[in-house]
């Protein structure tokens, strides 16, 4: 995966959109969920991202943001030769209205319609076989899964592919609480 200014800002704007998500699908309450309940980083283990993604984990990171959380993980060398080594899965409380694929597409692709400088960049995609809502989006070489799991949005930045980004939604799901 090669990083330039463009990929590097879509990777930035697709994990605000996620953390901005937290709050979409529930009337506009905010989620009662205590930060301590949120264990985001019980979705993958080390193992899980080398099986997927091919290189190891050398930090993990939590953070929790009210009922949102998020965990880092980075190789020993993330920003190598080889392409960015950093998956940062968000855990988001909200999703329950949406029900299908094709719904959580058309959900994203209108948060993206004030970014119109990247009109024809963005990538949005149902994926599909999951056996829950899912969608890649964002642009060539940085895409992120987004998931609607129960009440929860769980997205995955960064893959490379829809093929990684079925295989480590997998893996989170089979983690999932």
Do not use: F
């Not at 597409?105 to 119109?116: C, D, I, N, T």
């Not at 400088?117 to 987004?146: F, H, K, R, W, Y």
Request: glycine share 10%; hydrophobic share 40%; net charge negative.
């Amino acid at each position: 995966m090669e990083s330039n200014p463009t990929k590097i800002l879509m990777a930035v704007l697709l994990a605000g959109m996620a953390l901005l998500a937290g709050g979409c699908g529930n009337s506009g309450q905010q989620a009662k969920t205590p930060e301590s309940s949120i264990d985001p980083c019980g979705y993958l283990t080390s193992t899980d991202i080398e099986n997927v993604l091919g290189w190891k984990v050398a930090t993990t990171e939590p953070k929790a943001y009210g009922p949102t959380g998020t965990c880092t993980y980075k190789s020993a060398t993330p920003y190598s030769a080889k392409g960015m080594q950093v998956l940062t899965v968000t855990i988001a409380k909200g999703m329950s209205d949406i029900n299908t694929s094709d719904a959580m597409v058309a959900w994203r692709k209108q948060q993206y319609e004030s970014y119109k400088e990247m009109a024809g960049q963005v990538i949005v995609e149902s994926l599909d076989g999951l056996g829950v809502p899912a969608i890649v989006n964002g642009m060539e070489g940085t895409l992120g899964l987004e998931m609607s799991v129960g009440d929860k949005l769980i997205t995955a930045s960064l893959v490379d592919s829809p093929a990684t980004a079925k295989k480590l939604g997998e893996k989170i799901l089979a983690h999932a609480k």
